[in-house]
């Protein structure tokens, strides 16, 4: 079965760095793109970035674009999300989700993702 299990979230100060994890089994995982979402407290749950299943095409999202960086390495089934100058805003739990669709481009929306992991906590404070 398809399983989905991040790591590396924590506490961090304003300005500092995270890298996330996101490793991934139970299907053939260079054949479908992947993103990062989060969610804070009372609120809906967001897109944040995804990686093409071929080519390294990225996609960001507006609040987070040129802070951080999503990669993968197919030979390890691992996505990751590297974030740099945090800001308080960041704060949230962060999920990585994978397409639906083998082969599918990326896309935003949450619906056109079926699986996702548990979350990481991701905590940004002065």
């Known amino acids: 079965q398809v399983q989905l299990v991040e790591s590396g979230g924590g506490l961090v100060q304003v300005g500092g760095s995270l890298r996330l994890s996101c490793a991934a089994s139970?299907?053939?995982?260079?054949?479908?793109?992947m993103a990062w979402f989060r969610q804070a407290p009372g609120k809906e749950r967001e897109f944040v970035a995804a990686?093409?299943?071929?080519?390294?095409?990225?996609d960001y999202a507006d609040s987070v674009k040129g802070r951080f960086s999503i990669s993968r390495d197919n030979a390890k089934n691992t996505v990751y999300l590297q974030m740099n100058s945090l800001k308080p805003e960041d704060t949230a739990v962060y999920y990585c989700?994978?397409?639906?669709?083998?082969?599918?481009?990326?896309?935003?929306?949450?619906?056109?993702?079926?699986?996702w992991g548990q979350g990481t906590q991701v905590t940004v404070s002065s």
């Open positions: 990686s093409s299943w071929s080519a390294g095409n990225t």
């Open positions: 139970g299907y053939t995982f260079k054949y479908y793109a």
């Open positions: 989700a994978r397409r639906a669709a083998q082969l599918g481009a990326m896309r935003r929306s949450r619906l056109e993702y079926d699986h």
